[in-house]
């Protein structure tokens, strides 16, 4: 469906376009926001990923999946992003931005306690922090497996990397959060 969207917008077709940017908008405003972890910029990924899309929908591949390449866009925009910011982040920095922690990593139940629900919400920031202290290249490979549960080969294809690599820094980034949360959980 997408790549008969993707022919008609590429055509001109203004409908067609637009009907993509409904089908991705939410999806990839949530891969951005959990990269970013800021609205603002999440935003800015989503906006800047629709404009390279239109401006290059001649160079989409139809023998590839329309998701795979639309997210490899924003992914490598949300990198991009994180790699500019001041400072480099380290493992043991402190994240300060703590915009917006909605649901994160929800776990349902139906006997909530107000208890368990500010329980919850703290092991969710101090996971949150963790995750935000990785590097950048365990973070995006963590954020589209556990967050967008993406396949290891639907993150190779996105991020035009062997399976091989993706595993690896899936266990690194792994053993990274286990260090980091051992005290804190």
């Known amino acids: ?23 991705y908008k939410d999806k990839l405003f949530h891969l951005a926001y959990r990269m970013t972890n800021n609205r603002q910029e999440a935003e800015d990924v989503v906006q800047e990923c ?4 239109y401006r290059n929908l001649d160079r989409y591949d139809e023998n ?9 866009i924003a ?3 949300c990198i991009d992003r994180l790699r500019k910011r001041r400072p480099i982040y380290s493992l043991d920095a402190e994240s300060t931005d703590h915009e917006g922690l909605d649901g994160y990593a929800m776990l349902p139940s139906d006997d909530r306690t107000p208890e368990s629900e500010l329980i919850l919400s703290e092991t ?7 995750i935000d202290t990785l590097p950048v290249k365990y ?8 967050l967008q549960d993406m396949s290891l080969q639907e993150i190779s294809d996105v991020l ?14 792994r053993e990274f959060l286990r260090k980091k949360l051992e005290h804190k959980l």
């Open 124 to 130: 969710q920031r101090i996971i949150r922090n963790a």
């Open 160 to 173: 035009d990397m062997p399976v091989t690599t993706i595993k690896t820094r899936v266990h690194r980034g």
């Open 50 to 53: 629709f404009l390279r899309v």
């Open 75 to 77: 992914t490598n925009l």
């Open 139 to 146: 973070k995006s490979v963590m954020v589209l497996r556990y």
């Open 1 to 23: 469906m997408e790549t008969r969207l993707a022919k008609l917008a590429r055509k001109g077709d203004q409908r067609a376009f637009a009907e993509i940017v409904d089908l």
């Open 64 to 72: 590839q999946k329309f998701s795979t390449w639309i997210y490899r």
